[in-house]
């Protein structure tokens, strides 16, 4: 069984639609998260979430809304598309958010690749 | 905000030679992972390091953490075509990952 799963792997779309992204764990981790990794493979964290609450939320555009219906699952919903969100989205999860200890390893899912046309 | 620089950004090595690659912060880090990306592929968690002066080895990977908490390193001992890949350095609080260093072997 895949530890982090995420769908779809592609995508692609018309700018000013809209589209979500499905991530699932099955590891019992508490924390989730989502990360855009651009073209020149910069790795960057978008949101994460603990125990259905937010707790990073970096400078990213209100057009992308996390939502988590339970700890398994995080899902990104992005809103009017554009150019610029063209990119790899990595869901990944950890035991738990910071610390010290193994519980703050991640782990990440195959990844989704979004085009915007 | 903290940054956790990462350097070099890319490395072509030939097949058999080292490699390193090296992640700083102006502030102390807390803990410092190391992933490994493959090409078209997702991160993998290789290891953390927590203490000062902590030396780890997997195989031919040996990684460093500096004795002030502010640096780190990955070195890699006869370069192995599966070694290709884009290596990342992450400060675990607040969570930063470095900019990676992509490396290239040529058989």
């Known amino acids: 069984d895949t530890a982090v799963s995420q769908t779809p792997k592609y995508l692609v779309t018309q700018m000013g639609n809209d589209k979500s992204i499905k991530c699932e764990q099955n590891?019992?981790?508490?924390?989730m998260y989502w990360y855009k990794q651009d073209s020149k493979k910069f790795l960057k964290i978008m949101f994460s979430y603990n125990n259905k609450e937010l707790i990073i939320n970096e400078t990213v555009p209100n057009r992308f809304s996390p939502k988590s219906p339970d700890k398994a699952h995080l899902n990104l919903h992005i809103n009017s598309l554009e150019l610029g969100d063209s990119a790899v989205y990595f869901c990944?999860?950890?035991?738990?958010?910071?610390?010290?200890?193994?519980?703050?390893?991640?782990?990440f899912g195959a990844g989704t690749r979004l085009s915007v046309l | 905000g903290q940054q956790v620089m990462q350097i070099p950004q890319y490395q072509h090595v030939q097949e058999g030679e080292d490699f390193t690659t090296y992640c700083n912060s102006s502030?102390?880090?807390?803990?410092i992972q190391w992933y490994k990306q493959r090409p078209g592929g997702h991160p993998v968690f290789l290891i953390q390091?927590?203490?000062?002066?902590e030396v780890k080895k997997q195989k031919r990977l040996t990684f460093q953490f500096g004795e002030a908490k502010k640096n780190s390193s990955l070195h890699i001992t006869a370069t192995q075509t599966t070694d290709v890949g884009t290596y990342f350095c992450?400060?675990?609080?607040?969570?930063?990952f470095g900019k990676g260093t992509r490396l290239s072997v040529i058989a």
């Open positions: 990944a999860s950890s035991q738990a958010e910071g610390g010290r200890g193994a519980k703050n390893i991640q782990y």
């Open positions: 992450a400060d675990v609080t607040p969570l930063v």
């Open positions: 502030t102390t880090l807390s803990n």
């Open positions: 390091l927590v203490k000062s002066g």
């Open positions: 590891l019992g981790h508490d924390t």
